[in-house]
C-alpha cells in the first residue's frame, strides 16, 4: 500500500504559477501510475492529468493542456504538477492518486488527502 501527500497549494492571481507535490511513502511511487483530480465547490472531481510509471505516456484534460505539466521523479518518490498561467476556473482541492494503470477516470486505487489551489481574478 502507498500513501500519497500533496503539498504546495495556495493563494495566487490569475496569471500566476504554481507547482504542486505528490509524494508517496510505503511503497516506491515507481511502481504506480499517477494522477492529478481537482474538485471545485459542488462540483465533481475531474481528471487533470496522468503519468505513467515510466514517463512516456501523459495525457491531459483539454482544460489544462498548454498551461499544466505533470512530470516525475522516481527517485525522489514524487510526481509533480507545474501549473501555470492560472485561471480563476483551476481553483479546487487538487488531489494526486495512485494506480497499476494509467487512468483518466477517478477509479484510482490510492488518494492524497487533497491540497488547496485559490485563483483570484
Known amino acids: 500500500q502507498v500513501q500519497l501527500v500533496e503539498s504546495g497549494g495556495g493563494l495566487v492571481q490569475a496569471g500566476g504559477s504554481l507547482r504542486l507535490s505528490c509524494a508517496a511513502s510505503?511503497?516506491?511511487?515507481?511502481?504506480?501510475?499517477v494522477g492529478w483530480f481537482r474538485q471545485a465547490p459542488g462540483k465533481e472531481r475531474e481528471f487533470v492529468a496522468t503519468i505513467s510509471r515510466s514517463a512516456l505516456s501523459i495525457f491531459y484534460a483539454d482544460s489544462v493542456k498548454g498551461r499544466f505539466t505533470i512530470s516525475r521523479d522516481n527517485v525522489k518518490n514524487t510526481v509533480y504538477l507545474q501549473m501555470n498561467s492560472l485561471k480563476p476556473e483551476d481553483t479546487g482541492v487538487y488531489y494526486c492518486a495512485a494506480d497499476t494503470r494509467v487512468l483518466v477516470t477517478r477509479n484510482y486505487a490510492y488518494w492524497g488527502q487533497g491540497t488547496q489551489v485559490t485563483v483570484s481574478s
Open positions: 510505503g511503497r516506491t511511487l515507481s511502481a504506480y501510475a
